[in-house]
């Protein structure tokens, strides 16, 4: 199907409008967080790994190359808003989301045992929103 053909180039255009802005939000001090813009940080970031993951392309590239892509980005950019400053956190903050978002699942099912222990076996919805 033409759908299926175009499902991976759609993929990589997310993947390179997310980095981009990754890259700008962070250089202009902005942090992935779990609360306001940070979130939104954390959030666009984790929808790039993700997609990465699923298609099996982080596999191929890794955190190095994976960080190429945001220092691809500067350069690219360079000519419409001048040279980026030197960010040299900038790979330490990736790689930090990064495994942040691998421990994810563990962290969430070990916080929903603890939630079912101490409810009985029976949630509400406020606790299903609480806990995740």
Same mark, same amino acid.
């Given at each position: 199907m033409v759908k299926d053909a175009i499902q991976p180039i759609k993929e990589l255009y997310i993947i390179l409008d997310h980095t981009r802005t990754v890259m700008m939000t962070i250089t202009d001090g902005a942090l992935p967080s779990n609360v306001g813009g940070g979130g939104n940080v954390r959030n666009i970031l984790r929808r790039v790994l993700f997609i990465l993951k699923k298609n099996g392309w982080w596999e191929k590239m890794?955190?190095?190359? !994976?960080? @190429? #892509?945001?220092?691809?980005?500067?350069?690219?950019?360079?000519?419409?808003?001048?040279?980026?400053?030197?960010?040299?956190? !900038?790979? @330490? #903050?990736?790689?930090?989301e990064y495994e942040r978002w691998l421990h994810t699942d563990d962290v969430q099912a070990l916080n929903l045992e603890k939630l079912?222990?101490?409810?009985?076996?029976?949630?509400?919805m406020d606790d299903w929103i609480t806990c995740m």
């Open positions: 890794g955190l190095e190359g !994976f960080c @190429e #892509i945001f220092n691809a980005h500067k350069v690219d950019l360079e000519g419409i808003y001048g040279k980026f400053k030197d960010y040299k956190s !900038f790979d @330490e #903050i990736i790689k930090v079912l222990k101490k409810k009985g076996g029976k949630l509400t």
